[in-house]
T-cell receptor, first 119, second 111 residues
């Protein structure tokens, strides 16, 4: 099946610093990737849609200047949390849209997630 | 994208079939039904999806009602490793193709 990786799997940083999370589709090309955030005991919340070669589309209430998204290639999207604060501590998950050639629909495949802790 | 509703939690005995229902009464004609599961502290794992016909793969079966307003995911022989939160999502591949996650069903498989 299609595999998506994330790096790092966990990160601890000091308040005020920036953290970059990478999302890679390992065995397929993804023109579209998505970023989600999940707080403890809650469901996934979509943050933004990342399209290769263009600006990301952010969901309502998500600060685009705080969560910088870059999708520079068909296999890599990055999320940078700028000036992180303790309230940004969360589980960040990416997904990549897998387009099925000749198949009957597309599917999102998810990375393993990155746990961010801001002290 | 259509909203989905699922029971908050379910228990199932190991070895028995687990039937997880999902309501998507406002689903539109071009929206597929996707099922994922999330084991604690991991990313969601794809299980199965369908449009209107029933589907089966090595993991599960998906039964969609004729009016498409609800569906059931069937794990034929649940094991302890199937304990997870199961999410049902309705999404169209045209347009934004966003997934809106509901609260999901927390399935606990009991020994």
């Amino acid at each position: 099946g299609a595999v998506v990786s994330q790096h790092p799997s966990w990160v601890i940083c000091k308040s005020g610093t920036s953290v970059k999370i990478e999302c890679r589709s390992l065995d397929f090309q993804a023109t579209t990737m998505f970023w989600y955030r999940q707080f403890p005991k809650q469901s996934l919340m979509l943050m933004a849609t990342s399209n290769e070669g263009s600006k990301a589309t952010y969901e309502q209430g998500v600060e685009k200047d705080k969560f910088l998204i870059n999708h520079a290639s068909l296999t890599l999207s990055t999320l940078t949390v700028t000036s992180a604060h303790p309230e940004d501590s969360s589980f960040y998950i990416c997904s990549a849209r897998h387009r099925t050639l000749g198949g009957h629909t597309d599917t999102q495949y998810f990375g393993p997630g990155t746990r961010l802790t801001v002290l | 994208d259509a909203k989905t509703t699922q029971p908050t939690s379910m228990d199932c005995a190991e070895g028995r079939a687990a039937n997880l229902p999902c309501n998507h009464s406002t689903i539109s004609g071009n929206e597929y039904v996707y099922w994922y599961r999330q084991i604690h502290s991991q990313g969601p794992q794809y299980i199965i999806h369908g449009l209107k016909n029933n589907e089966t793969n090595e993991m599960a079966s998906l039964i969609i009602t004729e009016d498409r307003k609800s569906s059931t995911l069937i794990l034929p022989h649940a094991t302890l490793r199937d304990t997870a939160v199961y999410y049902c999502i309705a999404s169209s591949i045209s347009g934004t193709y966003k997934y809106i996650f509901g609260t999901g069903t927390r399935l606990k498989v009991l020994a």
